[in-house]
């Protein structure tokens, strides 16, 4: 066989896995984790504050709505009044680790999880530098009692931490 001969005969084809190293392939599906995640958030926030009105409620069920607000303070609304500056950095920090984490990671769920954690953090990091507060919008109540609203950022952080928990657990045993 000549070497550039190309026919269709001559050219083996190659699983992904084979052209790429395995840690290259579950990097890249971590990448491609926290992109989809960090969509997700910032299209939904989009959407939501583009058609409602800070404090304007849309009920879909009896204990979920929809009611846009802003959080000046990190998780749960605790320090609110602290420095948007000084909350940014400590979220990149916690950014660095997931990275870090990320890079070690060893299995699929590992970096499927931490890429989520990443995209999640990444699109309220987004939202604290470009607003000074982060953009929320689900509410979840019961009576009168309120979780602290939330978005779909703040889902893709702890399920991916939560799963990410789950892999490290299930790889021990």
């Known amino acids: ?13 190659l699983p992904i896995a084979r052209i790429v190293s ?4 579950l990097r890249l599906s971590g990448v491609v984790a926290a992109t989809l995640a960090l969509l997700v958030d910032q299209v939904s ?3 939501i504050f583009a058609r409602l009105k800070n404090g304007e409620e849309i009920v879909l069920l ?17 320090g609110k009044g ?29 970096t499927a999880a931490l890429g989520c954690a990443i995209g999640g953090a990444l699109s309220n990091i987004a939202d604290r530098v470009r607003f000074g507060a982060v953009r929320d919008f689900i509410d979840v109540h019961w009576a009168t009692y309120h979780w602290p609203t939330f978005n779909p950022a703040d889902m893709f952080v702890v399920v991916g931490l939560l799963s990410f928990v789950l892999a490290d657990f299930l790889r021990s045993r």
Do not use: C, I
Request: aromatic share 8%.
């Open 45 to 47: 926030k989009e959407q």
């Open 82 to 110: 602290s420095a948007p500056l000084l909350l940014v950095v400590l979220a990149l920090a916690v950014l660095a680790w997931l990275t870090v984490l990320l890079f070690r990671s060893r299995s699929r769920l590992e």
């Open 62 to 78: 009896p204990v979920l709505s929809v009611l846009p607000g802003w959080n000046e303070g990190a998780a749960f609304g605790l």
């Open 1 to 13: 066989m000549r070497h550039n001969d190309l026919s269709q005969e001559n050219v083996k084809t």
């Open 22 to 25: 395995n840690k290259t392939y």
